[in-house]
């Protein structure tokens, strides 16, 4: 007998009160106790109380401690266990395919939200801005791999601390008691502490909880840099082209004015006048056809006429173009063996646009009696040309910008020497159309290598 089953004890101590009863009934007859009443009563309730005592066992009490321990597996988290009571249909049946069905939803449920928190939790490690969430007294609940990168004092483990305890930002902790105190979002340009360089755009938000009413407060951090970076690019890429057509063109306005005030009745001086107007002119429209010719390399459809490229045909070319100019300066063009180099599939045009630029650069900034020389070399998967002076040579801070459009490291020689800031820019777009490289290196004073890598 199970004496821990109060059902059980119950039942007992009924068919023990019947036995009490049958003992007194025979006590208190006469004659033999087959004879008297009371001693069939007592047997009848030995029967009763052993065939009663096994029936609410099998009928009640096992189904029942079945049911307990099963939802005491629940209890557990193990919602994959089910209440087996055969075919019952009475009410213990019904109770037993309940807690089934409802172990069934909830196991499902608690499936669905374990794999939106991971999906979540995936979303929040693979994105690039940086997430916080806080509760409405300022405690950390949350925030992203990406955010302890932005914010390198903030760590794991400071999730359940007040944020004036982990951020030593003043902007950042202004906008984040701004968005408590007003219970609405704001949106700021921040540059954190241990960023030097970077811009964030930062936008604060009141989220609610539908679930369970609560409120709290997500921030998140977009790395706006990139964007920024581009701006300036663009608004000096405006100034540099309005300044470089202003400069001509107010030179072809003022020599123009002088003919009609006179200039045309002295010959010698309407010939000089013209003169300046013609290189002024020819100026502007170098400056047009290479701003025509970045954009045609930047467009997302341009096309190389790709054909077969002999790289020693198109440098010796290059260099008898250029000679009379270094002949000039009393230069020293040489170009080294070109030996063992593989054929290319390339724009030869613009391939040869690329070693002009070059050239022509390195005999500008190379003074008298300089040395300027070109030489290729193969390297696996393609080929290396580079273009080495002995000319005034780069400092070391401008080295990263000379690619860029309009950026000169002297601006006066620049204009001086004619150039209009665009020929390294079209290098560097040209060879990275054909799926190469250019680098430089450079030592002021003694000179600089410009190399590039041209694949098969």
Not at 9 to 17: A, E, H, R, T
Not at 171 to 185: M, R, S, Y
Not at 277 to 284: G, L
Not at 355 to 381: F, K, R, W
Request: glycine share 10%; charged share 25%.
């Amino acid at each position: 007998m199970n004496w821990k089953s109060p059902l059980q004890w119950k039942g007992s101590l009924f068919f023990v009160l019947l036995m009490a009863i049958g003992l007194w009934a025979v006590w208190e007859g006469k004659g033999p106790a087959g004879e008297f009443p009371g001693a069939f009563f007592l047997i009848v309730a030995l029967v009763f109380w052993a065939v009663g005592w096994g029936a609410v066992g099998r009928i009640l009490v096992q189904p029942l401690n079945e049911m307990i321990g099963v939802v005491g597996k629940f209890a557990e988290g193990l919602f994959n266990w089910r209440v087996r009571l055969g075919t019952r249909d009475d009410e213990l049946g019904q109770m037993g395919n309940a807690l089934n069905r409802m172990a069934q939803e909830t196991g499902e449920k608690i499936d669905r939200l374990a794999k939106n928190l991971a999906e979540t939790e995936a979303l929040l490690r693979g994105m690039e801005e940086g997430v916080l969430i806080l509760d409405l007294n300022g405690r950390i609940k949350q925030m992203n791999g990406a955010m302890g990168t932005i914010l390198a004092h903030a760590f794991p483990s400071d999730v359940g601390k007040h944020y004036l305890e982990v951020f030593r930002d003043p902007e950042l902790n202004d906008l984040i008691q701004a968005t408590l105190a007003d219970k609405k979002g704001y949106r700021r340009s921040l540059s954190p502490l241990g960023q030097p360089g970077k811009t964030f755009q930062v936008q604060s938000s009141l989220v609610q909880y539908p679930d369970s009413g609560g409120e709290g407060v997500i921030v998140v951090f977009h790395d706006v840099t990139d964007l920024k970076r581009l701006e300036r690019v663009r608004q000096d890429f405006v100034a540099n082209v309005s300044h470089e057509l202003r400069t001509p063109l107010t030179a072809i306005k003022g020599y123009v004015e002088a003919l009609r005030d006179g200039g045309l009745q002295d010959p010698v001086q309407a010939e000089q006048f013209l003169r300046v107007i013609q290189r002024h002119s020819e100026r502007m429209d170098k400056i047009v056809s290479d701003l025509l010719l970045l954009s045609e390399l930047e467009s997302a459809d341009r096309v190389l006429q790709r054909e077969t490229v002999h790289l020693p045909e198109l440098i010796r070319t290059a260099l008898e173009t250029l000679r009379p100019l270094a002949e000039g300066k009393k230069q020293n063009l040489r170009v080294e063996p070109l030996e063992g180099l593989p054929t290319l599939r390339a724009d030869s045009q613009k391939i040869h646009q690329v070693l002009i630029n070059l050239l022509h650069n390195a005999i500008s900034y190379t003074p008298e009696e300089g040395s300027i020389t070109v030489g290729a070399t193969p390297v696996p998967d393609g080929a290396e040309v580079s273009v080495t002076d002995t000319g005034i040579g780069i400092p070391p801070e401008d080295l990263s910008r000379i690619f860029e459009r309009f950026y000169r490291v002297d601006k006066g020689r620049s204009r001086e020497l004619g150039g209009t800031g665009l020929g390294l820019s079209i290098v560097k777009h040209i060879v990275e159309a054909h799926g190469g490289h250019v680098r430089v290196e450079s030592k002021p004073g003694k000179g600089s290598r410009f190399t590039f890598f041209l694949p098969r």
